[in-house]
């Protein structure tokens, strides 16, 4: 068999950003996983929606009225607890915007 994989290319090393502190770092993080949060809440309110809070069964009208807040707490928790994995890359997007490492 013929071997058809390319030869390793080296890229010439470009400028060095400078390194963010560990306060910018945490800022971005905590940016990163707030809007990680605050999609994981517009991601699941379809979920609640078709849910119904009339009695037996469902909360009333204050179930219906405080289901913004359940949605935002469950994204949130989820956010702090991994997520999907999206504040990693919001964040190193972030630090790549400002011109850091």
Known sequence: MTDF?????QMPAGPQLPVATPEQRQKINEAA????????SQ???PMFDGLSSTPPFGGGAGES???????EAIGKQTAKAGGIGLAKYVSA???????LQ
């Open 5 to 9: 994989s390319l030869p390793k290319m």
């Open 33 to 40: 996983q707030s809007f990680e949060g605050q999609l994981m």
């Open 43 to 45: 991601l699941m309110q």
């Open 65 to 71: 009225t405080f289901r913004s807040f359940l949605t």
């Open 93 to 99: 997007e972030m630090l790549r915007m400002q011109g």
